[in-house]
């Protein structure tokens, strides 16, 4: 008797303990994967142009988040050296001891990518009657030794002086290319940003400033003269390299770029990449 009680005790407990528990994995309240990220930083001359090329980048690849954050050209480089963006973004090519640094900490060397071209342009008040600056006039002023209008026959009237901060590749660009290395005039208005600069001089009737082409949007451009000629940063002519201040803007990876990071410069330098270059007001590489 007491061996026929026990045995039906036993049936009863086990199919509850026999149950199949699910398959890990299978919890249908499980979270999705994380989406994968792309960061990418540095330049504030190219912040406007990463963007849009992020966005669509980003409708081909819903997976996958761009970040896109400026604060200028050496910035991205401490980032590339730190680890903490996967492409810096750069106005100006990267020195040769940042390089060093980079090669050092991670065993390889920076890759360089042109992925558009740029001309630096120097931006007056709309009212300003000047009509061309050469470029030792440009230099004359940025280095302090030309301070009044009435000497480029304007009106009698200090030059304010806007520049950019010195972690931007566009003020390192100006310091080597036309200061020669010199440093600007202690007078100069710092801004962060050409976006900055812009406003700054389409608000200061005797003011100069200067940045990248596509920010020309309440002051007015200043050809440079050479000569007899006047040269405007004009697409064909910073393509070209006729204008005398034409650059290329840069991705840099740490060694090769891949997975992510290739597919994004990739597109970049794709045809419908290099269409939003022209819609963002740079030229294309291409």
């Known amino acids: ?3 026929r009680l026990l045995l039906a005790a036993l049936l009863l407990v086990l199919p509850a303990s026999c149950k199949r528990s699910a398959p890990q994995g299978e919890d249908a309240g499980a ?4 989406k994968t990220t792309l960061t990418v930083k540095g330049s504030d001359t190219m912040v406007v142009l ?21 604060g200028g050209s050496g910035t991205g480089f401490a980032a590339l050296l730190n680890g903490t963006t996967d492409l810096a973004m750069a106005s100006r090519p990267i020195k040769d001891s940042e390089a060093s640094q980079v090669q050092q900490r991670h065993g390889e060397k920076p890759a360089e990518l042109a992925v558009a071209k740029d001309g630096i342009t120097f ?3 709309e009212s300003n009657p000047a009509a061309s600056l050469t470029l030792t006039q440009l230099r004359d002023i940025y280095l302090g030794d030309l301070k009044n209008w009435k000497a480029l026959g304007g009106p009698d009237r200090r030059i304010v002086v806007y520049s950019r901060e010195n972690s931007s590749g566009t003020y390192a660009f ?35 400033g200067y940045g990248g082409a596509a920010y020309g949007r309440g002051a007015r451009e200043l050809p440079v003269r050479m000569g007899e000629e006047l040269i405007a ?43 939003i270059v022209t819609k963002a007001g740079y030229f294309p590489v291409k």
């Open 233 to 275: 940063p004009s697409k064909e002519n910073i393509q070209s390299g006729r204008y005398p201040l034409s650059r290329s803007l840069f991705f840099y990876a740490r060694g090769a770029p891949t997975g992510i990071a290739q597919r994004f410069v990739d597109f970049a330098l794709s045809p419908e990449g290099q269409a």
């Open 1 to 3: 008797m007491l061996t």
């Open 123 to 125: 931006y007056v008040h």
């Open 31 to 34: 979270s999705p994967p994380a």
């Open 50 to 70: 990463v963007q849009l090329w992020a966005e669509e980048f980003m409708k081909r690849e819903p997976g996958v988040s761009v970040q896109v954050t400026g």
């Open 174 to 208: 100006v310091k080597e290319e036309l200061l020669k290395g010199e440093d600007f005039t202690s007078e100069a208005l710092t801004l962060p940003g050409t976006a900055a600069v812009v406003h700054a001089v389409s608000l200061e009737r005797y003011g100069i």
